[in-house]
């Protein structure tokens, strides 16, 4: 699943579809749709996904596993 770090992320701070959907000012189904990638995310809501979480784009969408808010091992 192309987005599966959505979910990840989401659950990491405790909170539910439905918070994510009032900040990205969405429905909680249009949401869920990304969620489960039965829909594409536009550009705009990666980028304030991405922000929210402090992470990059390409994490979110699986391109790399460097993920910004993890810690750095020496």
Not at 16 to 43: F, M, R, V
Not at 53 to 62: C, E, F, M, V
Request: hydrophobic share 30%; net charge positive; no cysteine.
């Amino acid at each position: 699943m192309m987005y599966k770090r959505f979910k990840n992320l989401k659950e990491d701070k405790d909170l539910a579809q439905k918070d994510i959907a009032n900040i990205l000012n969405i429905s909680q189904l249009g949401y869920s749709y990304y969620e489960t990638d039965s829909n594409d995310i536009p550009t705009d809501m990666l980028i304030r996904l991405a922000d929210f979480y402090g992470t990059s784009i390409d994490y979110l969408l699986g391109r790399t596993n460097k993920n910004k808010n993890e810690k750095q091992k020496n």
